[in-house]
């Protein structure tokens, strides 16, 4: 069975600053995808990247990008230029052959002014 | 353009009554999943509808959980005799269709239904 690691409960962040969530998980499968979901106090869930194994290059979106290493199962999401409606909780997913997400336990963000 | 819908958004009921929690998926979209987000927990898979096809179960912690899918579009969560174990955010979930050797659509989230069991 696959699991989604995430190592920190909590990280705050100053405004303008840079911060980086770290992920790790745990598969025997090699074809997979990984998302990591923005979780607002409104509970809506939000796709904020997604990364397909398959691929060595790096996802990004706008101020979000991601480092994923295959070989170490590592895949860390970096905000650059935070701003403050980046607060939220962060959760790290996998997406494998069986269709349904596994999540780690998330990250809660704070961004401070 | 409407998103994934659920009602209620919140629910309290009292230990040993059942509940029903429905969802109303984006329209076309032909895969739906239940999932349980327990307090300070991460999201936990419940059930997952495809299509006509038999709906895998194997995330329902019990058997006093059960779902349903009518038509192809709104699925209704049942959890009868409620315990107080019970309580959380249960998501709800819809894809255009999972593709074989792995899960590249993306899925989209309602806003959630709180249940409170007192």
């Known amino acids: 069975a696959q699991t989604v690691t995430q190592s920190q409960p909590e990280m705050s962040v100053q405004e303008a600053e840079t911060v980086t969530l770290s992920c790790t998980y745990d598969?025997?499968?090699?074809?997979?995808?990984l998302f990591w979901y923005k979780q607002p106090p409104s509970r809506q869930m939000i796709l904020v990247i997604r990364?397909?194994?398959?691929?060595?290059q790096n996802a990004t979106e706008n101020r979000f990008s991601v480092n994923f290493q295959k070989a170490a199962k590592s895949f860390s999401l970096k905000i650059s230029d935070s701003q403050l409606g980046d607060a939220a909780m962060y959760f790290c997913a996998y997406g494998g052959s069986n269709y349904k997400l596994t999540f780690g336990k998330g990250t809660l963000l704070t961004v401070n002014p | 353009g409407a998103g994934v819908s659920q009602s209620p958004s919140n629910k309290v009921t009292e230990k040993g009554k059942d509940v029903e929690l429905r969802c109303d998926p984006i329209?076309?979209?032909?895969?739906l999943y239940w999932y349980r987000q327990s307090l300070g927990q991460g999201l936990e898979f419940l059930i997952y509808f495809q299509g006509n096809s038999a709906p895998d179960k194997s995330g329902l912690p019990s058997d006093r959980f059960s779902a349903e899918r009518t038509g192809g579009s709104v699925s209704t969560l049942t959890i009868q005799r409620t315990q107080q174990e019970d309580s959380a955010v249960y998501l709800c979930?819809?894809?255009?269709?999972?593709?074989?050797?792995?899960?590249?659509?993306?899925?989209?989230f309602g806003p959630g239904t709180r249940l409170t069991v007192l």
């Open positions: 990364q397909e194994a398959y691929k060595q």
């Open positions: 329209s076309g979209h032909t895969a």
């Open positions: 979930a819809s894809s255009l269709f999972p593709s074989s050797g792995g899960n590249s659509n993306e899925q989209f």
């Open positions: 598969t025997s499968e090699s074809d997979y995808y």
